[in-house]
C-alpha cells in the first residue's frame, strides 16, 4: 500500500510539471512569472518553484525566459518578413532588451542570428561532423498535402533531452506499454523545440500512444485536432532531423501558412526496429 502511495504521489508530482510546461508553452506571449504559474495551478509558490527545479534542472524564471527566447529565434525562422522589434514585442521585450536578452542566451544578436539560418545544409547539433543538404522548397511540395485531424486522446510519458535519444526512449517506451498496443495503435511524437536553436539537452518531446479514455492510467491527455500540412516520410529514422529542419527552414517560410500552436506531431505508420527505419507523417498546425 505504500508503495502505490509513492508511485501516486510521483504520477501527480510529474502530471503537475508536464500541465505547468504546457500551460507555460501555450502562454509565452503573455506576462508569465512563478507568481501567476503557481496562481494558475493553485499551489504555493514555493513548493512549486522546488519541484519544478527538481523535475527539470531549471528554475520556473529560467525556464520562462529560455523558451521565449527560443521561440523568438523559431518565429525569425518561420517569419522571415516579420520585423525582429515586433518579434521581440510578441514576447513582452522591448526592441533594447530583446536585443540584449537574445545575445546573452545565444551569443549573437537576433539580426546576426536571422542571417546565419541555413537555408541549404548544416551540420546536425547533436553529430557536429554530419553535414546535412536540404531539399528545395519545390520538392518539400511535392510531398506535403493539407489535412483535417481529429482529437487524439493518448498516453504519453514526456521527456527533456537530447532528441538522439529518442530511438532509444521509443523502444523502452513501447516495452513498457505493450499490453496497450493493438492494431488500432497510432504512435505519435509532439515536439516543442528546434534543436538546431534549443540546448540538446533541454529538447522537449511528448512520445505518445493513442488509447481509449477508459485505460485506467493517469499519464494520459488529449491532444487538440484542426487544420494540419502534412508531411509524408519513408526513410531512415538517422534522416528524420534534416527533413524537419528542412520543411521549417527552407519551405515553411516560403508557403504562406502560420503555425498556430508551439509544437509540431509525428504520427508513425511504420516502425521497423532491425533496419533503424520508419513511415510516419509530419504535422504541423496551420491557419
Known amino acids: 500500500m505504500m508503495l502505490l502511495s509513492i508511485r501516486e504521489w510521483y504520477m501527480d508530482r510529474k502530471k503537475l510539471i508536464n500541465q505547468s510546461i504546457d500551460y507555460i508553452m501555450k502562454h509565452l506571449d503573455e506576462n508569465l512569472s512563478l507568481d501567476t ?52 514585442l510578441d514576447y513582452g521585450y522591448s526592441a533594447s532588451n530583446y536585443s540584449s536578452v537574445f545575445r546573452q542566451h545565444h551569443d549573437t544578436p537576433p539580426s546576426m542570428f536571422r542571417q546565419s539560418i541555413p537555408t541549404r545544409s548544416m551540420s546536425l547539433p547533436f553529430s557536429s561532423e554530419r553535414i546535412v543538404h536540404f531539399k528545395t522548397a519545390e520538392e518539400y511540395t511535392a510531398q506535403i498535402e493539407v489535412q483535417k485531424q481529429e482529437d487524439l486522446f493518448v498516453l504519453y510519458e514526456r521527456f527533456i533531452g537530447t532528441y538522439a535519444d529518442l530511438e532509444k526512449n521509443w523502444y523502452q517506451f513501447l516495452d513498457k506499454y505493450k499490453d496497450f498496443l493493438n492494431e488500432k495503435t497510432l504512435l505519435v511524437e509532439r515536439f516543442f523545440n528546434d534543436p538546431a536553436i534549443t ?17 485506467g492510467l493517469s499519464n494520459v491527455m488529449r491532444i487538440s485536432g484542426g487544420q494540419w500540412i502534412v508531411y509524408h516520410f519513408d526513410g531512415k529514422i538517422k534522416d528524420i532531423f534534416e527533413t524537419l529542419e528542412g520543411i521549417f527552414s527552407v519551405w515553411f517560410p516560403q508557403s504562406g501558412y502560420k503555425m498556430t500552436r508551439r509544437y509540431g506531431l509525428n504520427i508513425y505508420r511504420r516502425f521497423d526496429r532491425d533496419n533503424h527505419s520508419v513511415i510516419m507523417d509530419l504535422y504541423i498546425p496551420i491557419s
Request: aromatic share 10%.
Open 37 to 88: 504559474v503557481a496562481a494558475h495551478f493553485f499551489i504555493s509558490k514555493y513548493h512549486f518553484s522546488r519541484i519544478f527545479k527538481e523535475e527539470t534542472g531549471e528554475s520556473v524564471y529560467a525556464f520562462i525566459k529560455r523558451c521565449k527566447i527560443d521561440q523568438s529565434a523559431i518565429d525569425m525562422k518561420l517569419n522571415p518578413a516579420k520585423a525582429i522589434t515586433d518579434i521581440g
Open 199 to 215: 540546448s540538446p539537452l533541454q529538447c522537449i518531446c511528448d512520445i505518445c500512444m493513442t488509447v481509449e479514455p477508459d485505460c
